[in-house]
């Protein structure tokens, strides 16, 4: 059957096998690289054209387009559709307002319409505002941006919050590359308050070192400070949140997996270190970046939303199969992703016959006493949760119905195959 069209499947575990199975490139180190690829001349970027066109996250897509757009004449009017992609639209609003003259007009789905974007904006309006950018929001579509034609009399500085979005940093440093490109002279990122997801800004800058640039760091700020072009452009690693999925599938069907580099600074790597709370060890399979997963569950686990957000999932199906409750703290962030992921991860422990207690900051799971014949669940268009509960499936043996799963296109196009790999059956539910 074909996945790709199909709202609602039956995912049957009962035939598993063990066979090699592959990530996607990293979205969001690829869409670091493309913005650092078009700044720095490597266009187009290298590493993404050779990806098969079939696996490529549509998120990655989006920010490719969003850049193609960006290096249309100063004059015309860009046209960026940005889909479900929260780190696309935010990277993207950026650099569109440090593109000299440019228009741009961003649309998206209603989802990323109601994330919270409005620091970015202010940040942007407070240090570009006077020059001349105009920012206005629709309801909440089109985003529509109208760049300064010349930033050199700007103070060369953004200041935001670090609550709700590490994006929203990370954003602003790949701005102040443009800018220190464009004008040679320092340009800082001023972080007021602790960051969320503080990995991924680190990721932020492990890439602009990689592509030449100098920052300098004090503990709340980021200067871009300067730039040498580096001996070679750098390559993309396999993607370590889809990793986290296919660890665990790799763990229960006894294969491996391959394109798992543990040094390309992905915060979701963290998946390595977090399973072997549970009794689990992933070991080096022989080739280089690949990986096997021994052991035998035990315990429960703890991990923290503020370290790895986007693996809360995927470690809440596996808290469903462990012995010993588990506890994800810090979880508040999960509400604001493509779904409430927080309602999401309660919803399915509960269809699979677990129970959650949230206490303030931190979701409690407590497993099932013993697995139900059978799962529903509704991706809610997230496609973490669409690969979280075929994981839970997965790990348990449990046959899942699912509506939605076509949404897995975000991160990981080739999810279902990689599934089908390793013996799991997929069928049209109609
Ligand atoms: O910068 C990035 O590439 C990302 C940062 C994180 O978001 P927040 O910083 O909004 O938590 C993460 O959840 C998202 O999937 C990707
Ligand atoms: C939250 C995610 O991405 P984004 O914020 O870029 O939409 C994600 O991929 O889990």
């Known amino acids: 059957m074909s996945t790709a069209k199909a709202s ?28 650092l690829g078009h700044l720095t001349g490597s266009w187009p970027l290298p590493s993404v054209q050779a990806e098969a066109d079939e696996d490529l996250p549509a998120d990655v897509r989006v920010l490719r387009q969003g850049v193609e757009a960006l290096r249309l004449p100063p004059d015309a009017v860009r046209d960026i559709d940005c889909a479900d992609g929260g780190a696309p639209f935010r990277i993207l609003a950026t650099q569109a307002a440090v593109t000299p003259g440019a228009q741009a007009r961003f649309t998206g789905t209603p989802r990323l319409g109601e994330r919270p974007h409005g620091p970015l904006f202010t940040s942007l309006r407070e240090a570009l505002g006077p020059m001349g950018l105009t920012l206005t929001e629709g309801t909440p579509w089109p985003v529509e941006l109208r760049a ?13 919050p670090g609550a709700q979005s590490s994006q929203y940093a990370s ?10 490109l464009r004008e040679r002279r320092p340009w800082r990122v001023e972080i007021d308050g602790p960051l969320t997801s503080a990995g991924y800004l680190e990721l932020t800058l492990t890439w602009l070192s990689r592509f030449g640039f100098d920052i300098l760091r004090s ?15 750098p390559t993309l690693p396999g993607d370590w949140s889809s990793l986290g999925y296919l660890l665990l599938v790799a763990w229960k069907t006894g294969g491996t997996v391959v394109r798992a580099d543990t040094g ?23 080739p280089p970046f690949t990986l096997k997963v021994e052991g035998q569950l035990s315990g429960g686990l703890r991990a ?74 509704s991706s809610e268009g997230d496609h973490r949760l669409a690969m979280t509960a075929a994981t839970l499936c997965v790990l348990s043996g449990t046959p899942l119905t699912l509506t939605g799963p076509e949404c897995v296109e975000k991160s990981f196009p080739g999810f279902w195959r990689q599934l089908s790999r390793v013996g799991v059956r997929i069928t049209d539910a109609g």
Do not use: W
């Open 8 to 35: 609602r499947i039956v995912v049957d575990p009962s035939a598993l096998h063990a066979a090699p199975l592959t990530p996607p490139v990293s979205k969001s180190d690829a869409q670091r690289a493309l913005v």
């Open 148 to 160: 300064p034609r010349d930033t050199s009399n700007a103070t060369p500085v953004f200041r935001v």
């Open 171 to 180: 954003s602003l440093l790949l701005g102040c590359a443009a800018l220190y």
């Open 219 to 233: 503990p709340s700020s980021y200067t871009v400070a300067g730039y040498a072009a580096p001996p070679a452009v």
């Open 264 to 286: 390309s600074a992905h915060p979701d790597d963290a998946i390595v270190r977090l399973i072997e709370q549970v009794g689990l060890r992933a070991v080096p399979a022989g």
């Open 304 to 377: 923290s939303g503020e370290e790895c957000p986007d693996l809360l999932p995927t470690l809440a199906a596996l808290a469903c199969v462990l012995p010993a409750p588990s506890t994800l703290t810090e979880v508040g962030i999960l509400r604001v992703k493509e779904s409430d992921r927080l309602e999401g991860i309660r919803t399915l422990v509960k269809a699979f016959g677990g129970t959650t207690e949230l206490q303030g900051e931190q979701l409690l799971i407590q497993p099932p006493r013993t697995p139900p014949a059978g799962f529903e669940m």
